[in-house]
């Protein structure tokens, strides 16, 4: 990860490659080999800091997003230094670092899929026999599903709107990326749908704005309204277009 030529150390990676510093942060603990249930706040921090300094100025954008999260790791190795005896009871750091681990590993699961949807959309294959990733977020869906609907007519819906997104990359290689959590988009999707009052919208209207990483989001959050009765599926005939309406609102 580091080259040295006396006491200067340069990082080979650059923020273009992330979606932001959750993604970065990844990156290093795989560097590591660090387990993430184990995560190692202080060397976290000081591997983290020394490749925000070789950002580009002109990022400013997402610049922000780095150094929010830099202070955050700043402040948490500085209470792994106070002596025990100068520490609240009541310290939070635990809960914090947990909370932080949660994070890490939604956004890994995230790539993952974001991974093997790339890897089918680069082998031409417009469906899916096995996406294990998926297993977690598509369980329990298919019982609320229609029943000329498959799980995997919403999984091919969703790699025509990757490769739609994959066609548009170049044009997004200089626009700051927004992590966001499914339980945030989750939120986000329902506020939309509570707007509608029981409107059908078109499943791909959902996908107009954002990245890849932001439809893969979009795509999971929609799972798991549905597995959680929030979002009804419909379809009038096979391999007609999908709608969503609010479960409230039916």
């Known amino acids: 990860m580091f080259s040295k030529e006396g006491e200067k150390m340069e990082y080979q990676v650059k923020t273009e490659e992330f979606t932001g510093p959750l993604d970065l942060l990844l990156h290093l603990i795989k560097e590591k080999n660090m387990d993430l249930l184990d995560l190692d706040v202080s060397i976290i921090c ?4 020394a490749y925000i300094e070789t950002m580009d100025p002109s990022y400013l954008e997402a610049m922000s997003e780095y150094l929010v999260m830099a202070a955050w790791l700043i402040e948490m190795k500085s209470r792994l230094l106070l002596p025990k005896e100068h520490l609240d009871e009541e310290d939070d750091y635990e809960e914090k670092r947990q909370e932080m681990i949660r994070k890490l ?14 890897e089918a959309y680069n082998q031409r294959q417009m469906m899916f026999s096995k996406m294990p990733t998926l297993d977690q977020f598509s369980s329990e869906v298919e019982d609320q599903l229609p029943d000329n609907l498959e ?13 739609r997104k994959m ?38 209207d959902l996908f107009d704005e954002g ?25 009038e005939e096979n391999f007609d277009r999908i709608y969503l309406k609010g479960k409230y609102y039916e």
Do not use: H, W
Not at 46 to 49: I, S
Not at 109 to 114: A, M, R, S, T
Not at 151 to 163: E, F, G, N, R
């Open 46 to 49: 000081d591997q983290y800091l």
């Open 105 to 118: 590993i939604e956004k890994n699961q995230i790539n993952e899929v974001i991974q093997e949807f790339e």
């Open 151 to 163: 799980v995997y007519d919403l999984i091919s819906a969703m790699q025509k709107i990757l490769k």
């Open 167 to 204: 066609a548009q990359s170049p044009l997004e290689s200089k626009v700051a990326r927004v992590e966001i959590s499914i339980a945030e988009r989750c939120e986000q999707i329902e506020t939309f749908f509570s707007m509608k009052k029981g409107q059908l919208v078109d499943f791909e």
């Open 211 to 235: 990245d890849r990483y932001f439809a893969v989001v979009t795509f999971l959050s929609v799972l798991v309204l549905v597995k959680n009765q929030k979002l009804v599926i419909t379809q």
